[in-house]
């Protein structure tokens, strides 16, 4: 399996990853704090690749969250945000898990963190299709952000660990591969759903 990055390196990496999120609004502050420990940061396959993108999508919460209701960097930030995760789940369900879903000892695994790429397309829908503008919508926001981040949490200390057991060094870097052209496209065809959830999202 591809060596632990060193932390000199994993620093670098999510450094680079907070400041693609912020060359969307460089104006507003990506204050995300320490992250959960995951031996993957860094790392230079397909599994350091997701949490590249984790860390993004770590500061665009954090930047989002640093918004007022007028300012228009909050429905940029909250649009890129969107995009960036339907093309990152998507990519992923193809490069990763469709994969590992057919490993019996992996299945579940793999089941959960699609079920919870689904329940995150609702929660951003519910969040698109509120007003922006509202003191409220940071409330809707907030269910959003936890969840995510919950659920990112899970994929790097539990997820991840039981797919990397059954893949080995050639298919983890075959599968960066797969990743990064399956998200190019993914992203450029997102569309962002608006649909209010009229009971709670499970």
């Known amino acids: 399996m591809p060596r ?5 390196k994993q620093r670098e ?7 693609r999120a912020k060359s969307i609004a460089p104006d507003v502050p990506a204050r995300i704090g320490s992250t959960p420990a995951t031996k993957f940061r860094g790392n230079p396959a397909i599994f350091g690749r997701l949490v590249e993108d984790h860390d993004k999508h770590r500061a665009l919460l954090a930047m989002i969250d640093a918004t007022g209701p007028k300012d ?16 990152h789940a998507a990519a992923e369900e193809q490069a ?3 994969t590992v879903m057919r490993n019996p000892d992996t299945t579940e695994f793999a089941r ?8 995150l397309d609702k929660l951003m829908a519910d969040a698109a299709a509120r007003d922006m503008t509202a003191p409220g919508w940071l409330r809707h926001f907030a269910a959003l952000k936890e969840e995510y981040l919950d659920h ?6 539990e997820q991840f660990v039981e797919a990397e057991k059954v893949l080995t060094p050639k298919d983890q870097t075959y599968m960066r591969q797969v990743f990064n052209r399956r998200k190019k496209a993914e992203k450029a065809s997102a569309e962002i759903e608006k649909k209010i959830a009229l009971s709670p999202i499970a």
Not at 4 to 8: D, E, G, K, L, V
Not at 112 to 118: E, T
Not at 152 to 157: F, V
């Open 13 to 19: 990496a999510k450094a680079a990853s907070v400041a």
């Open 72 to 87: 228009p960097e909050r429905k940029t930030l909250f649009e890129e945000f969107v995009r960036d995760v339907h093309g």
């Open 96 to 98: 990763l898990w469709s």
């Open 4 to 8: 632990q990055a060193s932390p000199t």
């Open 152 to 157: 990112i949490l899970e994929e790097e200390t």
């Open 112 to 119: 959960h963190a699609v079920g919870d790429h689904h329940k």
